[in-house]
């Protein structure tokens, strides 16, 4: 994983160690202790999908130049397994010969 990459998610983990710090020491007795957790466990969703949409952003860009790799190499191992099986017949024949 490159630098820049470790960095994006990096960037995320000072929000999440704080949010748990917060969450988790927070006691439920009462309505508005109640209400103050929904929005700690909405911000933990957000923060989450924020996460999830950076991993997808990184494995589009890979999955783009692993295509991008196949693509190019296809352009030679096509004509290389094309000539493998000519040069295989070629042997067929003669050995029938």
Known sequence: ME??????????R????Q???????MEVQS???AKNLITFVARGRKLAKKIDLVRK???????????????LSKQFLD???ELEN?????LYVWKET
Do not use: G, R, W
């Not at 949010?19 to 020491?25: E, N």
């Not at 000519?86 to 070629?90: N, S, V």
């Open 3 to 12: 630098k820049y990459e470790i960095t994006i998610f990096e960037k995320h």
């Open 14 to 17: 000072q929000e999440m160690e």
């Open 19 to 25: 949010l748990k710090k917060h969450a988790l020491s």
């Open 31 to 33: 309505k508005e202790d």
């Open 57 to 71: 952003d990184l494995i589009e860009e890979s999955k783009a130049y692993i295509d991008l790799i196949n693509k």
């Open 79 to 81: 004509p290389l397994e």
């Open 86 to 90: 000519t040069l295989e017949e070629k």
